[in-house]
């Protein structure tokens, strides 16, 4: 069974290698950003799935119940830095796989750019008559193109995914410090459904 797997995992590897060699250089460049994004945002999802999170804002809601009040502008500012700082934590790193996501068609145009470089280097050395060679940089000028647009549109997916966790975690936060609590019963259906 093992060697099944491994020869599955190896067939599988030489297929993903002739791919990015059949793309030019800049295939395994655009390979590496690809994989920054999904690392970045994988971090990200299981962050927002933590009890990292939800353990941040237990902090801040019960440094915002010790208040003796909650209406002044200090109590007001004091929530704001609160929100803050669940903020950054929340968007931590999105407008890194935002960057990442759209380098991913500027690397796909730079593989088309080299590729009919290389296209127009053949012509010039052969006169036009090897058109396996020029094959080979029409290939190298396509393929990082679709990879570009393929690995961007995954992006845009990741993004989606990641904006709408982050604004829900961040409507969760701003509804766990209000700017008033009326009783001590409302503050505990509030630190119930914080937890929650």
């Known amino acids: 069974m093992a060697a099944i797997i491994l020869a599955e995992l190896a067939e599988g590897w030489d297929a993903l290698r002739t791919f990015l060699e059949s793309g030019g250089q800049v295939l395994w460049l655009i390979a590496g950003v690809v994989f920054a994004m999904w ?73 088309t750019v080299t590729g009919m470089i290389e296209v127009f280097h053949v012509m010039a050395v052969s006169g036009g008559g090897n058109v396996r060679a020029m094959a080979g940089g029409v290939s190298h000028a396509t393929i990082p193109t679709m990879a570009g647009m393929v690995a961007a549109l995954s992006g845009v997916v990741l993004l989606l995914l990641l904006d709408r966790m982050a604004t829900q975690r961040q409507t969760q936060a701003e509804a766990a410090l209000p700017l008033e609590w009326r009783t001590s019963e409302q503050r505990s259906e509030q630190r119930s459904e914080t937890v929650r």
């Open 39 to 111: 690392y970045l945002g994988l971090e990200r999802w299981f962050f927002y799935r933590s009890d990292t999170l939800r353990h941040q804002l237990d902090v801040e809601v019960q440094r915002w119940q010790l208040r003796a009040e909650y209406r002044s502008w200090f109590a007001h500012q004091h929530r704001q830095m609160a929100l803050a700082e669940l903020r950054e934590a929340i968007h931590y790193r999105l407008s890194m796989i935002r960057t990442l996501t759209a380098l991913c068609p500027l690397l796909g145009l730079l593989g």
